[in-house]
């Protein structure tokens, strides 16, 4: 749509379209939980030309699902998240080429090994894609990780959780653990390997990148909600 308003401030950790408060497209109030996150949002809708382009505002999309989709729901939303523990990406692995078996030890080993000793959850991993059971108290320490954060940062969580197909990766993310471009090379080993083999696709190259992008707006998106 066109550009409706001429100046964008920021007060009280909310945002201001001509002096009005901007809200969620279901009408509620957009208040953040950081200034640094308001004045990035800000600098968002500052930054729009003649037309506004929701595709150039991934902060403020993610905050409007933190408010309308996840605060009102959000028990709801930390059992979608937590279950990606229970087929987490890093926990099945190759049987073959060593190469692949190898990097798939290297990488993600010392990303499990971290969760266990964070949060007590040990978990499994096994060859092939035959899916195994998790030990119950690692899932539910996991589960309790996931519960403790707050909508806003759950917004980002699960974006990431998404690309990485891995909650072990994402919590890495969420904790300053790992960075957004190290926990996405880290999720495409298998994708990687599979290139250097066969060579690029070029349809397959331009939606990594895309993901790439969103992955960097989760990881910003949570850093600047805690900031």
């Known amino acids: 749509m066109k550009r409706f ?6 007060e009280s950790r909310r945002v201001l379209l001509d002096g009005k408060v901007l809200k969620t497209p279901k009408g509620a109030e957009l208040v953040l939980p950081t200034t640094a996150l308001a004045e ?3 600098e968002e809708w500052g930054g729009q030309g003649d ?3 929701p595709a150039w505002m991934p902060l403020t999309k993610l905050a ?3 408010v309308d989709g996840i605060a009102p729901r959000k028990a709801e ?3 979608e998240i937590a279950a990606f523990a229970r087929h987490d990406q890093l926990c099945y692995r190759a049987a073959e080429p060593q190469e692949l078996v190898r990097r798939q030890a290297e990488g993600w080993d010392p990303v499990l090994d971290w969760a266990a000793g964070r949060y007590g959850a040990r978990l499994k991993t096994t060859n092939g894609i035959a899916s195994i059971a998790q ?3 690692a899932l539910a320490a996991l589960t309790q990780a996931v519960e403790a954060l707050d909508p806003f940062v759950l917004a980002g969580l699960h974006v990431a959780t998404t690309i990485a197909g891995s909650l072990v990766l994402a919590l890495a993310l969420a904790e300053r653990r790992l960075s957004a471009g190290e926990v996405f090379a880290l999720s495409r080993i298998d994708e990687t390997h599979q290139a250097e083999r066969w060579g690029l696709d070029s349809e397959a190259e331009a939606r990594a990148k895309g993901l ?3 992955l960097d707006a989760a990881a910003r998106f949570m850093d600047l909600a805690r900031s």
């Not at 308003?5 to 920021?10: D, E, F, N, R, T």
């Open 5 to 10: 308003y001429k100046q964008v401030a920021i």
């Open 40 to 42: 990035a949002i800000a």
């Open 51 to 53: 037309d506004i382009v």
């Open 64 to 66: 409007n699902t933190a």
């Open 77 to 79: 939303v930390v059992d």
């Open 135 to 137: 030990p119950p108290e």
């Open 212 to 214: 790439a992008a969103e």
